[in-house]
Each structure stands twice: as structure tokens, then as C-alpha cells.
């Protein structure tokens, strides 16, 4: 079966930058062509919902010079690819707090998210700004001002950025590192795991296939026998 929500923890653009002797930066504009790409493939192999993990609530550690540069490139896809993704009948959600950015990169994501709302062939989560812990306390924030005090697991998942979406069957790390990274915590406790040592620049249509060929192979017992 192909799994109907595939979630990536894109990592290793600097790496990959690195081993070319090039700046970091050009890592993540080959990674974007990797993104593109993916979401082509994913579409086509018949799944339904992908979410890749682009920026964290913990990347502002980084450089300014980097964040800038980064929030430049993720603008300019979202711009670029918003009428390639509108007919090919795919939805654009972002997760995560979006009140970071500046009026008119916000705008124009708001915008796409606006036009492509009523696709349904495929949805793109695009996890920006985005931590699982400060997705949890949102949640938990916005419960308590609708005075909900014994939530249960459905009420809870329908106030993060996912609701109304299954949780993730697979799980794909790039780049080795066994970690999530403050990634989707809830929304993963039963997804299957996946780590690669390529680079994210160099992840293909192939190697996502490898890893929905080693998801088929699981056997998911979701704690039964
Ligand atoms: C992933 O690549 C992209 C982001 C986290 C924004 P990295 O930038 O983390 O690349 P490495 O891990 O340093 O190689
Ligand atoms: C995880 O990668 C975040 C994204 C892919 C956006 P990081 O490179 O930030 O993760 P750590 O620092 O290795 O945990
Ligand atoms: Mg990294």
C-alpha cells in the first residue's frame, strides 16, 4: 500500500553545500529543486498528503544572513510554483507561526494557501516556522479559551496546523540523522521511521521510492499482535 501521508524532514542542504566547497546557501536553492521534484513524484505515486519540514522554531539560531537568504528562497517558490501546484490540483497549507515574517512574504503566502484551498488532489503541508512543542502549547492556548478542560486525542489533533488531516504513515529523514528535531511530535507517534544518508539536494523520485518500498515492508501492529 502507498502510505497516504508522507512527512520529510529535509536535512542536509549545508552538508551538501560543504562537500562542493560552495556557500551553504547553495545547498538550500538545490534543495528547493529537490522539493519541487518530490512533490511531482509524490503526487504521482498516488500519495495524498506531503509534509516537509522547511524551517524550525529552532533555525533562528542560525546566521541572519542565512535566515534572510533562506526565507528569500522559500518566498520565491511559493511565488513561482503557485500555478504549476493550482493545476495540478494541490492544496498549500503551512504549519507553523507565520506572524514572524514580514507583511508581504506573509501575504503572498496567505494568498496561495487562499487559491489553492479548494484543491483536493493533493495537499503540500510546508512546516514554516514551524515546532511541535509550540504547536502543542497553540493548542493548548486556544482549548482553554473555548474553555475545554478534558480534551480527548480527536480534539486535541483538530487544533493543530494538520487538523482535519490522518497523521503520517512514514516518517523520512535525510541526511543520517536519527532525531525528529521537534517535528510533528503528536501527529507522528505511530509513523513508520525512514532515515537516508543522502543529502537533501540529492534525494530523487528513486530514493522515495526506496523508502516507500521499505514502509511496505513494516509490519504496523499499532500495538496489537
Ligand atoms: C536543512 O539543511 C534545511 C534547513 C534546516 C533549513 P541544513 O541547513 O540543516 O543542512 P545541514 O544539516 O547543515 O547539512
Ligand atoms: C531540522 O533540521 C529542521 C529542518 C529540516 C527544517 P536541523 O538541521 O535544523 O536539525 P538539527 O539541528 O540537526 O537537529
Ligand atoms: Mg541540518
Not at 519541487?36 to 509534509?51: D, F, P, Q, R, S
Not at 494557501?113 to 495537499?123: D, G, I, W
Given at each position: 500500500?502507498?502510505?497516504?501521508?508522507?512527512?520529510?524532514?529535509?536535512?542536509?542542504n549545508?552538508?551538501?553545500?560543504?562537500?562542493?566547497?560552495?556557500?551553504r546557501i547553495?545547498?538550500h536553492r538545490?534543495g528547493v529543486?529537490?522539493i519541487?521534484?518530490?512533490?511531482?513524484?509524490?503526487?504521482?505515486?498516488?500519495?495524498?498528503?506531503?509534509?516537509l519540514y522547511a524551517f524550525s522554531t529552532?533555525n533562528w539560531k542560525r546566521p541572519q544572513g542565512e535566515i534572510k537568504s533562506l526565507f528569500s528562497i522559500i518566498g520565491q517558490f511559493i511565488k513561482e510554483?503557485?500555478?504549476?501546484?493550482?493545476?495540478?490540483?494541490?492544496?498549500?497549507?503551512i504549519?507553523g507561526d507565520l506572524s514572524k515574517f514580514s507583511e508581504s512574504v506573509r501575504s503572498e503566502i496567505e494568498?496561495a494557501?487562499?487559491?489553492?484551498?479548494?484543491?483536493?488532489?493533493?495537499?503540500?503541508?510546508i512546516a514554516l516556522n514551524y515546532?511541535?512543542?509550540?504547536?502543542?502549547?497553540?493548542?493548548?492556548?486556544?482549548?482553554?479559551?473555548?474553555?475545554?478542560?478534558?480534551?480527548?486525542?480527536?480534539?486535541?489533533?483538530?487544533?493543530?496546523?494538520?487538523?482535519?488531516?490522518?497523521?503520517?504513515?512514514?516518517?523520512?529523514?535525510?541526511?543520517?540523522?536519527?532525531?525528529?528535531?521537534?517535528?510533528?511530535?503528536?501527529?507522528?507517534?505511530?509513523?513508520?521511521?525512514?532515515?537516508?544518508?543522502?543529502?537533501?539536494?540529492?534525494?530523487?523520485?528513486?530514493?522515495?521510492?526506496?523508502?516507500?518500498?521499505?514502509?511496505?515492508?513494516?509490519?504496523?501492529?499499532?500495538?496489537?499482535?
Open positions: 500500500m502507498i502510505p497516504g501521508h508522507v512527512a520529510i524532514i529535509m536535512d542536509g549545508g552538508r551538501w553545500a560543504k562537500k562542493k566547497y560552495l556557500p547553495f545547498g538545490q529543486e529537490t519541487k521534484e518530490i512533490v511531482k513524484a509524490a503526487n504521482g505515486l498516488g500519495i495524498k498528503i506531503l509534509t529552532e510554483e503557485l500555478k504549476e501546484l493550482n493545476d495540478l490540483g494541490i492544496r498549500l497549507r504549519l494568498n494557501c487562499a487559491v489553492t484551498s479548494q484543491n483536493a488532489k493533493f495537499e503540500l503541508n515546532g511541535a512543542r509550540q504547536e502543542l502549547i497553540r493548542a493548548f492556548e486556544m482549548m482553554s479559551e473555548q474553555g475545554i478542560k478534558r480534551p480527548t486525542e480527536e480534539v486535541v489533533s483538530s487544533f493543530l496546523y494538520t487538523c482535519g488531516q490522518p497523521d503520517p504513515d512514514l516518517l523520512i529523514r535525510t541526511s543520517g540523522e536519527f532525531r525528529l528535531s521537534n517535528f510533528l511530535l503528536w501527529q507522528i507517534a505511530y509513523s513508520e521511521i525512514y532515515v537516508t544518508n543522502k543529502l537533501w539536494p540529492d534525494f530523487s523520485r528513486d530514493d522515495l521510492k526506496t523508502a516507500i518500498a521499505a514502509f511496505q515492508k513494516r509490519r504496523r501492529r499499532f500495538g496489537g499482535l
